[in-house]
């Protein structure tokens, strides 16, 4: 299976992007459409859902969207003009086709389809006490736990049971859900993952990004609120906000790596945040050097942005190929080092005695960061210096995010210098967290009621983490590792 991202295994990857339309004729194709825009977020299955006003049908399939969706039967057997899709991508657990979402299940009140991007912090408890109770549960997803409590709540109204659903929950989701009476779309009241609205004609998409609104023809209207749930019935739109107000704290990872360059979240454009961290990082941390090189593709904005404000010209010192997924052949080790060399490939005429600076979005386990600067030295760099358009990434999400384990975090293991040691740069620094949030547009990070959540980097968590509380049940279970959606 064809990645996105050559250096798959040592990422902060955004765990799917889920993609809903409302009262449109060719509403599966549209869904398919807004998928492709959306693949970035989760690259190892996808999932359609329609409904044509009496029965639902679903396909879902392992893989990319294209070679699962791109197809006129399959598109055919999704009638109706209401459809929801995802893409996802698991972490370390089970990857099956059970767990592929939409996720639909037969309630009292009918039929219910739920996507899901985010991850429920206390999912393991609840399912505990479901299952204690007589649900069956039929995947390892947290997601599943939703639909549960809704089938089981004692409220009379499909509305009031998944508002009660949503009150015992904890962490970050963005939903879109399909049912008999029409599509509700929300996020959690801390606005941590997103998701927008558009209009196509007579139709309203909501999608992870703006850019799933671009690609199928919409026009953006307006953020889903945090704690907001819009309901479509028809052509009839209404919005409630059932929960307590609190302060928002959307990741601001959706900057740094997750959103596409050509989007827009919450007003702020990805590409010229990611342009100005790098700005930042040429005030905060210069160097004497010859080049600016991206580390591609997600380095390539803040390069930009730290040549423009260094004076230091941008160069494309690493080419990409775009044709190569998981490198295929690791017999050995000298033909495991190839293997990268199919992916990335040092522009030696380029580089050769020129000192660089190389431009990265993050570094995770840092072996991906050792492996690039050793692409350079092998290529006749007289000096590397690591640039880092993030803060260090010392703890865990538990958002949705796929996050090694804290121990696996090259930052929760070393200081800076023994980074520097670690990928063999000649130097090496990160952005500040205060000039993070000066890209943003902010003074600095508020420390008592900051408006991101940046966990990854702070340890500030804005919701309780229950299931990582109870530390003795939790490797009985396989649904943390999993944190699908």
Known sequence: MLTTNPFEDDKLREECGVFGVSNSPSAAALVALGLHALQHRGQEAAGITSFDGAQFHTHRAMGHVAGNFDRDDVIRALPGTVAAG???????????????????????????????????????????????????????????????????????????????????????????????????????????????????????????????????????????????????????????????????????????????????VDDHSVYSVRKEIGAQLAAEAPVEADLVIPVPDSGVPAAIGYAQASGIPFELGIIRSHYVGRTFIQPGDKVRHLGVKLKHNANRALIEGKRIVLIDDSIVRGTTSLKIVQMMRDAGAAEIHMRIASPPTRHSCFYGVDTPERAK????????????????????????????????GEAKRADVRPNYCDACFTGDYPTTLTDQDDSVEVDQFALLAERVN
């Open 86 to 264: 995802h893409v996802r991508y698991s972490t370390t657990g089970e990857t099956a086709l059970r767990n592929v979402q939409p996720l639909y299940a037969e309630l009292a009140t009918g039929g219910f389809a739920i996507a899901h991007n985010g991850n429920i912090s206390n999912a393991m408890k609840l399912r505990r006490e479901l299952v204690r109770r007589g649900s069956i549960f039929q995947s390892t997803s947290d997601t599943e736990t939703i639909i549960h409590l809704v089938a089981t709540s004692n409220y009379r109204t499909l509305l009031d049971r998944f508002i009660d659903a949503l009150k015992q929950i904890e962490g970050a989701y963005s939903l879109v859900v399909m049912t008999p009476e029409g599509m509700i779309a929300c996020r959690d009241p801390l606005g941590i993952r997103p998701l927008v609205m558009g209009r196509l004609d007579d139709a309203v998409i909501f999608a992870s990004e703006t850019v799933a609104l671009d690609v199928c023809g919409a026009t953006f209207e307006r953020a889903v609120e945090p704690g907001e749930l819009v309901i479509v019935q028809g052509s009839e739109i209404r919005s409630i906000k059932p929960f307590q107000q609190v302060h928002a704290r959307p990741c601001i990872f959706e900057w740094v790596y997750f959103s596409r360059p050509d989007s827009i």
């Open 409 to 440: 975090l090259l930052a929760a293991k070393l200081d800076l210098g023994g980074m520097t040691d670690f990928i063999h740069a000649d130097s090496l620094a990160f952005v500040s967290i205060d000039g993070l949030y000066k890209a943003l």
